[in-house]
């Protein structure tokens, strides 16, 4: 089972990104999928997550530092779970981890989270 993160660089103040979250070995169709991020000398924190509903529809959960500003979305098809964001700030700088959960439901520890990818690094200049 692998999580592959990408989509991370360089990007000016005010700019945007696309993060992506491919998955491989194994369908996470039924599992939640989070991002998170962790900046130099802090600990990793939630950014946003996505899980499907007991009636199949998607629902998805943000951190307040980044609502209005982010948003994730996922390609069933794709087995793919992205992280678009806008209007980025020095703040959002950090490597931002994918995760997935073998159990049901969006939580926002990283302990309840069982497989995560290498990360990928997002830089913001002022």
């Known amino acids: 089972v692998q999580l592959q993160a990408s989509g991370g660089g360089l990007v000016q103040a005010g700019g945007s990104l696309r993060l992506s979250c491919a998955a491989s070995?194994?369908?996470?169709?039924?599992?939640?999928i989070g991002w998170f991020r962790q900046a130099p000398g802090k600990e990793r924190e939630f950014v946003a997550a996505?899980?499907?509903?007991?009636?199949?529809?998607?629902?998805?959960e943000l951190a307040d530092s980044v609502k209005g500003r982010f948003a994730i979305s996922k390609d069933s098809a794709k087995n793919t779970v992205y992280l678009q964001m806008d209007s980025l700030k020095p703040e959002d700088t950090a490597i931002y981890y994918c995760?997935?959960?073998?159990?049901?439901?969006?939580?926002?520890?990283?302990?309840?989270?069982?497989?995560w990818g290498q990360g990928t690094l997002v830089t913001v200049s002022s």
């Open positions: 070995g194994r369908t996470f169709s039924n599992s939640p």
């Open positions: 996505i899980s499907r509903s007991f009636d199949s529809t998607y629902y998805a």
């Open positions: 995760a997935a959960r073998l159990s049901s439901g969006i939580r926002r520890d990283a302990s309840d989270y069982d497989y």
